[in-house]
């Protein structure tokens, strides 16, 4: 049974659909990338995960579950229970997700009150612990710090601390480094993955960093505009991808363009809630497009463990098949 | 924090200087001195007015008078009423009671009707709730007090007969003065009934004089308590699986108070000032009511001994609750 499945969820605001029909699951243990440009519904969708879409957000799925239970199903307490503890996420500004009232170590305490419970003691206890393990340097002094006294990337140590308190069994990061420079990305991406492997935690590592998900990740799904437009081994992703806009994404790399004077880039932009295209939602931007492309939905073809959604996905060579 | 409130209180002496400067030049700039107005319409001769004026020290120049009055102040004296004859602070401290008792009820009600619906309002954004406590609030914010005053009296008092008119207390009492307050008066003097009729009395001015302070904590609250909500740090206390009225209390209204607290001790400050409309429409014997009437009667020192107590209760206030913000707020704490 994976940990988490996901079949054709959709988050939708009024008629703007920021999710559109995603499936995907991840495996205990398992690195999962999501990667795609901003807008794509990367976060939307790990927020409707966590429960944590808003009115006037609305959520649906054929299928919405986490080690065989229906998140959809289940009333808001019960779906508490498994926020938090079984579930975790931290996310991208590690400076304004810490509030900035109470210290670190209330912060930290407060997740395992909630999820575990415990005296005074025991709780100060396991939250010096839980400091000691994101690295964080004399945790005793720390706990009494407020966040405006942290660096950021001791903050999103502290998230991390947090997300880590009830040993989650699934992980979300959703762009754990992008505020961060990039000296201490580094260690914070180590850090993950070191107790991503020490608890044997699924890991859902939603990221711009296509570099970072080739390093780390087992399986990658890409998004654009709410959709996923192929997904699969990491690796094969992105020495072949099949998919136009994972190409054009690979090609945008700054690597990828080593001797050329302009990075390459796709015309146009992410459609919006007005200017959806009727076929392919690349078709606009896609350098392959053919009449079919324009006038008729794509859907997603080839084995489960390699998907790409597109009418002319491309070869071995990366040019599309005919 | 010391050193803060020493940097405050520092701030202080050029604002009592100018209010001094200030009630002092006002108040003479007002048509009419003391002595034609206790003459009245009879009207008083240039001899007689010339003997008063030196009696009373009016004849000397004006700064020498100011310099007498400064003087007096440093020394902790604020002259006597010319109409009374009765030292200002005496008469201040005679009628401050009242004033403080309106004032605190009225500021209870305001900030237990006002801050939950504020709360609520940001929580159920958008929603009939939200749309009718902003109507409500704009209403009393812009409403006329004297006319909200009449009216609730007429509904309240006159047609249904469940509260008095006005005054502190029923006739058939009387109760000793102790403490100043009728509520305690009331409650110790152990007559059967009047505690009841102190409470019934203070009801309709503390809502009339509540409803202003009440609208503006409301809308302050809920504009920033929706500020907070869309905050990082209340979808990471979400994503912790916490209860949502801990989310709400706990993380985002520790943060949504710091500017409602500015907010409420401003309005408790011109409270404690003395509320001249209520005060006037419910015969409440406060020092508001004093203030108008001593200007009316130019009874100079009480208008400017009055004033600048009043000033010094604002400055105070003000001074509290920058130090009640320190302690809400750690980041204020923290900074030198």
Known sequence: MSLLTLDKLSVTFGNFRAVDQISYSVEAGEVLGIVGESGSGKSVSSLSV????????????????FMGQDLLAMGEK????????DIAMIFQDPMTSLNPCYTVGYQIIEALKT?????????????????????????????????????????QRVMIAIAIACNPKLLIADEPTTALDVTIQAQIIDLLINLQQQKQ???????????????????????????????GPAAEVFSTPKHPYTQALLASLPESAA?????????????????????CLLSPRCPYATERCHEEVPPAQGPLTRQVKCHTPLDMNGSPIK | MIQFILR?????????????????????????????????????????????????????????????????VLQGDLGNSLVTKEPVMREFLTLFPATIELALC??????????????????????LFDHSVMTFSLTGYSMPIFWWALLLMLIFSVNLGWTPVSGRIDVVYWIDDVTGFMLIDAFLSGEEGAFGSAVAHLILPSI?????????????????????????????????????????????????????????GLQVGILLSGAILTETVFAWPGIGKWLIESISRRDYPVVQGGILIVATIIIVVNLLVDITYGIVNPRIRHSR
């Open chain 1, 50 to 65: 966590m429960g944590l879409i808003d009115h006037p957000g609305k959520v649906k799925a054929a299928q919405l579950t």
């Open chain 1, 78 to 85: 019960q779906r508490r229970k498994i926020t938090g503890s």
């Open chain 1, 115 to 155: 999820h575990q419970g415990g005296n005074k003691k025991q709780l100060q206890q396991r939250a010096i612990e839980l400091l000691t393990l994101v690295g964080i340097p004399a945790p005793e002094t720390r706990m009494s710090a407020y966040p405006h006294q942290l660096s950021g990337g001791m903050s």
């Open chain 1, 201 to 231: 935690m699924g890991l859902v590592l939603i990221t711009h960093d296509l570099a970072l998900v080739a390093e780390v990740a087992h399986r990658v799904i890409v998004m654009y505009a709410g959709q996923i437009v192929e997904s």
């Open chain 1, 259 to 279: 001797g050329k004077s302009r990075l390459m880039a796709l015309p146009g932009v992410v459609p919006g809630q007005f200017d959806r295209p009727s076929g």
């Open chain 2, 8 to 72: 405050r209180l520092s701030l202080v002496i050029p604002t009592f200087i100018g209010i001094t400067l200030l009630t002092f030049t006002l108040i003479r700039l007002i048509p009419g001195d003391p002595i034609e107005v206790m003459a009245g319409e009879r009207g008083v001769s240039a001899a007689r007015h010339a003997e008063l004026s030196a009696q009373l020290g009016f004849d000397q120049p004006l700064y020498l008078q100011y310099f007498r009055y400064v003087s007096g």
């Open chain 2, 106 to 127: 009225a500021a209870i009600f305001a900030i237990l009707v006002g801050l939950p619906a504020g709360i609520i309002a940001a929580v159920k954004r958008g929603t």
């Open chain 2, 208 to 264: 009339v004089l509540g409803t202003i302070p009440m609208a503006v904590i409301a809308r302050m609250t809920r504009s920033s308590m929706l500020e907070v909500l869309s905050e990082d740090y209340i979808r990471t206390a979400r994503a912790k699986g916490i209860a949502p009225w801990r989310v709400i209390i706990i993380h985002a209204l520790r943060n949504a108070l710091i500017p409602v607290i500015t907010v409420i």
